[in-house]
């Protein structure tokens, strides 16, 4: 229990991390890709107009100075492609693909008197493009007129190869956080959860002896009360029916004091046998005895037997679920009701099915059912300790099986065991 709690929290602890890191992983990734993206637009508008400042027009001729452009080493990734009104075409000396330059809506774009800046390509193949128009103005008139446009390229493999490597980086420092994380999770939650430990294990010990130590007084009064009603000469009616009442009270703290010992046993994570239980046999045994108990509260068992096969687990221990469960359904069933038995192999699972018609189980109630010491509404008015279907579903999973309830109130309750069995053939050949 304590090492399923101490995961439980050490994931809950390191899922937690996880969201916080994934968060931040991806922040710190956009705003390192915005901040690349804008600083590349930058850059280039910047070459840009270096570019627009260099294409001068001598004697009606378009010119492009490169002396003032030679000096600069920014220069040495950036294609360049201009385009005047008279038809003259720049080109840098390192161009690049059709496709990239010249961009044709870009050119529309600054030939309409708009900068712009455009993506063309994808994954290694893609490029940051800014097209600038290209202004004259006439001194006499001073307004001053598109006469052409620059267009600069720039790779943006560079920032895709930085955000890639912050990305890988960010990843191993994320894993690697989350492992210590992990480690370090697993020894807080163990010193955590060692003083709520330490005072389960006095709380078991305390269980355990005292169901024990109880045991030997308990018999004692009860000797003692069924002495009174044994005796030759008659008791005074009142002694008596104190007597009565003893008796019925230590039967009734008898069985708690039992429910407490076997639950010390199950605390205490004792293995059960393991032994070869004929199915058939154990369902007879169950139904005789099921038999029994629906009598003593006037019901009657209809019992429908369809399984076969070998359990591999505690035959002391599956009687016990089992009458558990018949004792439940008897204590419920109203007068004159049938209570059912239905025990059949699917596969290899062993279902059995105990119903009765009794006032059910409230939707509130069932989620608590198998819960110790809960006892509903129904039960608060009979007897009983409230331990039986804890101790119930102790058995169930103690054999690899499940135990269930299905229930409507005021039409009765159906319990569910399931357990896993060997076909008949598998024993046979074990023995063999």
Known sequence: ??????????????????????????????????????????????????ASAAIVEVGGSTYF???????????????????????????SANPVSSSVLPNRTGMNMAMSGHAELTTVGRGRRAFAVFSEPIYSRDEVSGHSAVVGVVQVARSLQTVTDAISGLSTLLLAASVLALMLAFFGGLWLAGRTLRPIRESLLQQKQFVSDASHELRTPVTVIRTAAEA???????????????????????????????????????????????????????????AESGRIRAAARNARLEATLDAEGVIEGDPVRLRQLFGILMDNAAKFSPP???????????????????????PGISADELPRIFERFYRGEAERQREGSGLGLAIAQWIAEGHGGVIAVRSVEGQGSEFLVELPVRSKAASDGDGG
Not at 8 to 15: E, F, H, I, P, Q
Not at 66 to 71: D, G, I, P, T, Y
């Open 1 to 50: 229990m304590f090492e399923r709690a101490r995961l439980r929290l050490t994931a809950w602890y390191v899922s937690l991390l996880a969201v916080i890191l994934i968060l931040f992983d991806v922040g710190v990734l956009s705003i390192m890709d915005r901040t690349l993206q804008a600083d590349l637009a930058d850059d280039l508008q910047h070459k840009a107009a270096q």
């Open 65 to 91: 100075d490169k002396n003032q452009l030679a000096n600069d080493p920014g220069w040495a990734d950036v294609s360049l492609f201009a385009s005047t009104s008279t038809g003259s075409v720049i080109q």
């Open 228 to 286: 009174i009603l044994r005796q030759r000469h008659p008791a005074d009616a009142r002694v008596r029916q104190m007597a009565e009442d003893i008796v019925s009270e230590s039967i009734q703290l008898g069985s708690l004091v039992e429910d407490l010992g076997v639950l010390a046993v199950a605390d205490s994570r004792a293995v059960m046998r393991n032994e070869p239980v004929d199915v058939r046999a154990l369902m007879a045994a169950v």
């Open 336 to 358: 004159d009701t049938a209570i059912e038995l239905r025990a059949e192999v699917v596969g290899q699972r062993l279902k059995v099915a105990v119903t009765d018609h009794g």
